[in-house]
């Protein structure tokens, strides 16, 4: 069966510091790969996704994350974090079965 | 304005009783999901339905029931028999199908469920 691997569950950063959250997944087939961001209070939201193509993918809020097939990772960046970049970050992949298999999530803390 | 809704946001229950909680989407999706959030465990799935009347166990579906019986619709029921109910559930719906993006899901607000 297919799992995905957050390494980090909490990551505690002061503002303007580079983020880089890790996520790994077990599955040998063609993937279909998420972020999902849960800001305090907010519900569950997109925040890029990647089908094809390009591996490196932009999303919202100044976040990418880069696509790397040989290592079955999919990790999220950030050059510069905000405070209001404190939330709940979780990896998800999708395997052509009937739903997505998410990591257990990364809590980051962004301090002023 | 299209999107899921979740009702209520926070709902307390006795200890024995059964519980239905609510899900409702306009984004004429065919496919639904139920998740538990609880912290340090990421999401975990219930329940989802590919299709109306159609559903299927996820991970954690012992003492949850579901029904589908309109596309728009997936409630969730805790019964109880769950035996640690107290959680935060989220309800997911995706285009389903075919689709290259079928599992692509977009959430609701989820509801906080806290069984005294």
């Known amino acids: 069966a297919q799992s995905v691997s957050q390494h980090n569950h909490h990551v505690i950063l002061s503002e303007a510091a580079s983020l880089e959250l890790g996520c790994n997944y077990s599955?040998?087939?063609?993937?279909?790969l998420f972020w999902y961001v849960q800001y305090p209070g907010q519900h569950l939201q997109l925040l890029l996704k990647?089908?094809?193509?390009?591996?490196l993918v932009k999303g919202i809020k100044g976040f990418e994350a880069e696509f790397i097939k040989s290592k079955f990772s999919f990790n999220l960046r950030k050059p510069s974090v905000q405070w209001s970049d404190t939330a709940e970050y979780f990896c998800?992949?999708?395997?052509?079965?009937?739903?997505?298999?998410f990591g257990k999530g990364t809590m980051l803390l962004v301090s002023p | 304005d299209g999107g899921i809704t979740q009702s209520p946001k926070y709902l307390f229950r006795k200890e024995g009783q059964n519980v239905t909680l609510s899900c409702e989407q306009n984004?004429?999706?065919?496919?639904m999901y139920w998740y538990r959030q609880d912290p340090g465990q990421g999401l975990r799935l219930i329940y989802y339905?590919?299709?109306?009347?159609?559903?299927q166990k996820g991970d954690i579906a012992e003492g949850y029931s579901v029904s589908r019986e309109k596309k728009e619709s997936f409630p969730l029921t805790v019964t109880s028999a769950q035996k640690n109910p107290t959680a935060f559930y989220l309800c997911?719906?995706?285009?389903?199908?075919?689709?290259?993006?079928?599992?692509?899901?977009?959430f609701g607000p989820g509801t906080r469920l806290t069984v005294l």
């Open positions: 997911a719906s995706s285009i389903g199908g075919t689709s290259g993006r079928r599992n692509e899901q977009f």
């Open positions: 599955y040998g087939g063609t993937v279909n």
């Open positions: 990647y089908f094809s193509g390009d591996p």
């Open positions: 998800a992949i999708d395997s052509g079965y009937s739903t997505l298999t």
């Open positions: 984004l004429n999706h065919d496919a």
């Open positions: 339905s590919q299709i109306v009347n159609d559903f």
